[in-house]
């Protein structure tokens, strides 16, 4: 005999087991829909960053042979140039070391004259 109304706690338990679980698989099937969107999403970014990348890389390349190709030839530059020797800056020390008193008249014109020599 079949009891009518409303129905019992076993059914109520596995209905409610039932709607649970369907609403567990539609999030599950849903947040994987998401993820898997959002990394085809990242992969299409990556490869047009590549793609520009490498658009740059071979224009930058171009350029540059054009540019070695439209420059004439620079001569080689001397190895180790001398120093310029800069006589002004060591009279301008000489006469700081005088004023400061670490060098007395004697030595800075000995070293003067050493310089100017």
Same mark, same amino acid.
Request: aromatic share 2%; no cysteine.
């Given at each position: 005999?079949?009891?009518?109304?409303?129905?019992?706690l076993l059914g109520l338990a596995a209905r409610t087991a039932v709607v649970a679980g369907t609403a567990s698989a539609v999030s599950?099937?849903?947040?994987?829909?998401?993820?898997?969107r959002a990394q085809d999403q990242y992969e299409q970014? !990556?490869?047009? @960053? /590549?793609?520009?990348? +490498?658009?740059?890389?071979?224009?930058?390349?171009?350029a540059a042979a054009h540019a070695a190709a439209q420059a004439p030839a620079a001569p080689a530059p001397a190895s180790n140039p001398a120093p310029a020797f800069d006589l002004v800056g060591?009279? !301008?020390k000489l @006469? /700081?070391?005088?004023? +400061?008193?670490?060098l007395s008249d004697a030595e800075s014109q000995a070293a003067k004259a050493k310089l100017l020599a």
């Open positions: 005999m079949r009891r009518m109304g409303r129905p019992g599950g099937a849903m947040s994987g829909r998401q993820q898997r970014d !990556q490869y047009r @960053a /590549a793609q520009q990348q +490498a658009q740059i890389d071979t224009a930058a390349q171009a060591e009279l !301008q @006469a /700081a070391l005088k004023d +400061a008193g670490v």
